[in-house]
């Protein structure tokens, strides 16, 4: 589509993070579950679906980590969502018992 090295970077940790954060959380407890992966080309934008079934979660009830604090005073983890906000242009979750949990993440072309 064009992007350059430093977005598809972005792209994949975003997918990377998200992907991770479903085997995590979503079935965490649970057997293992389904994960659906869908890519596609919208003009300008670049699309990832990723659905699954497992657990769901309110994404704003997930607190911004504090980035400023010395390492040292942080906690391991939670920042999935945060590097997923900040690497894609538009980051949206749907929950639903019949279609499943799911993220669409947007990047657009020149972003």
Not at 40 to 45: A, K, P, S, T, V
Request: net charge negative.
């Amino acid at each position: 589509m064009g992007f350059d090295e430093r977005q598809v970077h972005q792209i994949q940790m975003a997918v990377d993070e998200a992907c991770a954060n479903v085997v995590e959380h979503a079935y965490e407890g649970m057997p293992p579950g389904e994960m659906e992966v869908e890519c596609r080309c919208e003009g300008l934008d670049f699309v990832v679906l990723i659905r699954n079934w497992g657990r769901s979660f309110e994404p704003g009830c997930v607190p911004e980590p504090d980035i400023s604090a010395p390492l040292e005073a942080r906690h391991l983890g939670g920042l999935g969502l945060f590097l997923i906000r900040k690497a894609m242009d538009r980051a949206e979750f749907t929950f639903d018992p019949r279609r499943g949990n799911e993220l669409v993440m947007v990047k657009h072309l020149g972003s």
